[in-house]
């Protein structure tokens, strides 16, 4: 019930967006941002994020980044009607940092799962 509430809250685009999540594993750090949502999610030794648009439907600029301590960023952007990523990333007892972006509105988690 606590989820079907949430979900509600959160608006029609991030209710469809979330349904299916495209990342396994447990939510590990949600930011809500005000054209979209960046959600990490953390499983075993992978780490994985998504940014899902807030009205998804038209085309629009869009990325994820994801980036362990000490390593490159792993990223996805472009032109998208819903979403970007997921993006992966081996990340077992190490920090991360994710970032999302939809229509140049951006939110980052900080490093995070240290």
């Known amino acids: 019930m606590a989820a079907a509430s949430a979900l509600a809250v959160a608006g029609p685009g991030l209710q469809s ?25 953390q499983n075993g030794q992978h780490v994985c994020a998504v940014t899902f648009a807030r009205n998804p439907g038209a085309r629009r600029p869009m990325s994820v980044s994801l980036q362990v301590r000490g390593g490159r960023p792993e990223t ?18 190490r920090c991360v940092k994710a970032t999302g972006s939809v229509s140049g509105t951006s939110r980052s988690t900080g490093w995070i799962l240290c």
């Open 76 to 93: 996805d952007s472009g032109n998208f009607t819903r979403q970007a990523g997921p993006v992966t990333v081996p990340a077992r007892g």
């Open 17 to 41: 967006a979330q349904a299916a999540a495209p990342c396994a594993g447990r939510l590990a750090k949600s930011l809500s941002f005000a054209t979209g949502q960046l959600r990490v999610y």
